[in-house]
């Protein structure tokens, strides 16, 4: 049986009006509660490849979360030229201003144990690790922009400095592998769309065979 029209709406609308979102203050509309809760839901929720739930989340709130971009900010400095860094360093600090950030990991232990119960897929698993974290990350970026915080994603673990600080600072396990940022926080346009997004020819993007 499928759902009803208004069901489904509920599903894809706020799929459509997510967005980035850059401008953003250090307030959130909703209570820190709510944003662990989203969060845990996303965790839960999520599919994963053999069901391995190896995605990992930490939540970082005000003082915390300027704290991840001042890390951030020192180890741009020292990785980049010094007119790339002036370039990044501007949206770094846009960044901090922000309330907070969820950063996603993927468990490596986690992931190994399934590679050693399932030799014949081990090529497979760390691109199938990928695909399910990027599942994670847009359950809880889009939840979080229904509930009026706006956000932006980000891979400051390019440097792997900055991940190995990130561990030590938190206390995190060695095993957790830094994917992503999702930076949050109250937009200073109240979340209007200040820019079109721009689409492909979708009937170029998609191919149906057998269409009734
Ligand atoms: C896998 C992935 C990686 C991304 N990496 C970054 C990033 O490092 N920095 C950034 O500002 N935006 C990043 N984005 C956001 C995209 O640039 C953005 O989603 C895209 O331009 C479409 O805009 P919209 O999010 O407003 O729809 C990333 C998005 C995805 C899905």
Not at 67 to 82: G, N, S, T, V
């Amino acid at each position: 049986m499928s759902s009803s029209p208004a069901a489904l709406d509920g599903f894809l609308n706020p799929i459509e009006s997510r967005l980035s979102c850059y401008g953003l203050t250090n307030s959130s509309p909703i209570p820190d509660s709510k944003i662990r809760s989203i969060v845990e839901f996303a965790i839960k929720n999520a599919p994963s490849a053999f069901n391995v739930q190896s995605a990992r989340a930490v939540i970082l709130l005000k003082a915390d979360h300027e704290k991840l971009w001042d890390i951030a900010d020192k180890h741009l400095k020292a990785a980049m030229p010094e007119p790339a860094y002036q370039a990044l360093a501007p949206r770094v600090k846009m960044f901090r201003a922000a309330y907070g950030s969820v950063l996603w990991f993927e468990d490596q232990d986690a992931l190994d144990a399934l590679k050693e119960k399932n030799p014949a897929i081990q090529a497979s698993v760390a691109e199938w690790s990928h695909h399910s974290s990027g599942m994670h990350q847009f359950i809880a970026w889009t939840a979080f922009e229904l509930e009026g915080l706006g956000c932006n994603l980000q891979h400051y673990n390019f440097m792997p400095q900055f991940s190995a600080e990130v561990a030590s600072e938190w206390k995190l396990p060695e095993s957790w592998k830094l994917l992503s940022q999702l930076v949050f926080g109250t937009p200073t346009d109240g979340l209007k769309r200040s820019r079109e997004r721009t689409y492909l020819p979708v009937e170029d993007r998609v191919k149906v065979f057998g269409e009734k």
